[in-house]
């Protein structure tokens, strides 16, 4: 069962313009959510994260918006520049009996044409 | 080290063959966790272990994989009698702890191609 969803599945974007990723989540007991950025030929690399008693976290050009009660979550890039083209992956973390597994969405390809 | 490696980086073998694949995490990190990653998709939890506690399994495939660690150090993903659908990028990630807020880090992962 996919208990993260993400979407689009491949997003291209002007260079200048914003990229906007939504993930949506199944269980309550996540409590932590991450996005990952993954370059070709490289592991994932945290990017930026949220917990979900705030419902805004900026980080420079990187936003992520959290809406607790529709169970949802997106990335915003603003200013999106070439070398932001990579692959983003959001995912969920809680206090699942497991411990603390990360649960990931299928990924968004992101290009940013020049 | 600068952080989490992983060896071979990328292997071929035959259906029916045994492969091993090796993770050195973050020195001092207790933490380790194998994700597998099927081309286009996202990362699959397969394995975690935390320090000395008994490692959680629940994530793999089927008991033709198995995974040990030494102590808090390097961790091996052993995969049996492989199949083709075993093909995949094989991640590994540690962390200083298993809590949910701290941050896992990846290496670069090791491709498996079974033919």
């Known amino acids: 069962q996919q208990q993260v969803k993400q979407s689009p599945q491949s997003l291209i974007v002007q260079k200048g313009g914003i990229s906007i990723i939504n993930c949506a989540y199944e269980n309550t007991a996540f409590d932590y959510f991450p996005w990952y950025q993954q370059f070709p030929g490289k592991g994932p690399a945290l990017l930026i994260a949220?917990?979900?008693?705030?419902s805004e976290k900026k980080e420079g050009r990187f936003t992520i918006s959290f809406n607790k009660s529709a169970k949802q979550f997106s990335l915003h890039i603003m200013d999106s520049q070439p070398g932001d083209s990579a692959t983003y992956f959001c995912?969920?973390?809680?206090?699942?009996?497991?411990?603390?597994?990360?649960?990931f969405g299928e990924g968004t390809q992101l290009t940013v044409n020049p | 080290g600068a952080g989490v490696s992983q060896s071979p980086s990328n292997k071929v073998t035959e259906k029916g063959k045994d492969v091993e694949l090796r993770c050195d995490p973050i020195s001092g990190h207790t933490a380790l966790y194998w994700y597998r990653q099927r081309l286009g998709q996202g990362l699959e939890f397969l394995i975690y272990?935390?320090?000395?506690?008994?490692?959680?399994k629940s994530g793999l495939p089927s008991d033709r994989f198995s995974a040990e660690r030494t102590g808090e150090s390097v961790s091996t993903l052993t995969i049996q009698r492989t199949q083709q659908e075993d093909s995949a990028v094989y991640l590994c990630?540690?962390?200083?702890?298993?809590?949910?807020?701290?941050?896992?880090?990846f290496g670069p992962g090791t491709r498996l191609l079974v033919l």
């Open positions: 272990f935390q320090g000395n506690s008994a490692p959680d």
């Open positions: 995912a969920a973390r809680g206090l699942e009996t497991s411990g603390s597994r990360l649960t």
């Open positions: 990630a540690s962390s200083l702890e298993a809590r949910r807020m701290e941050t896992q880090y």
């Open positions: 949220i917990r979900p008693d705030v």
